[in-house]
């Protein structure tokens, strides 16, 4: 299944004037590949649209209502990407991309973005939203984007897989022991 930047958009609007119009009050916070088309607009398509939604099962109700009306299929909106969120460390900002009523429809900022495309670093799938994300942070060396990636997941070690592919993209050597004696340097 694939969607595209409008097909999202009049999806999401949908979704949102539905719930409003049942006097739900909520939000679904985009993260994923579909933020990154509907914020940078870098992408023609995406699979499905990964979020954090509240409240849960009416929000999965009425988006598999609108998978029937708009021929999508159930699970477009799914929050398969839960395991990246950050939960002890920077918080995302979310900035907002449409609203009815009491509901919103709202993006995260682009640092957080970062900051779980680190943690996924899936090689050959986040090469390209990591570079796009990496130049709109203004992150240049490896070293920023562990201290980046540590601000949102203080308790976790950047994956070996992440180190290399940030290696890869950014061109640099691995980050020095930060001054609490603990080195980002993975040793999976």
Not at 11 to 17: M, Q
Not at 45 to 55: G, R
Not at 68 to 95: I, V
Request: charged share 25%; glycine share 8%.
């Amino acid at each position: 299944m694939s969607i595209s930047r409008q097909a999202a958009l009049s999806a999401l609007d949908r979704l949102a004037r539905r719930l409003a119009e049942r006097g739900v009050r909520g939000h679904v916070h985009i993260v994923g590949g579909a933020a990154m088309m509907l914020r940078f607009g870098t992408r023609a398509i995406t699979e499905d649209v990964d979020a954090f939604f509240a409240p849960a099962a009416v929000v999965r109700e009425v988006a598999d209502e609108l998978a029937d009306d708009l021929g999508l299929e159930h699970g477009w909106l799914n929050n398969a990407a839960q395991s990246f969120a950050p939960l002890f460390g920077e918080q995302a900002q979310w900035e907002p991309v449409l609203s009815a009523g009491d509901f919103e429809v709202a993006i995260a900022d682009a640092h957080c973005l970062l900051a779980m495309k680190i943690r996924a670093s899936r090689p050959g799938r986040d090469d390209a939203d990591l570079a796009q994300l990496l130049a709109a942070c203004g992150v240049t060396s490896l070293h920023e984007a562990v201290a980046l990636y540590d601000a949102y997941y203080p308790d976790d070690r950047l994956p070996a897989r992440a180190t290399a592919l940030l290696e890869g993209l950014l061109g640099g050597a691995r980050p020095a022991p930060f001054m609490d004696g603990r080195d980002q340097s993975p040793t999976e």
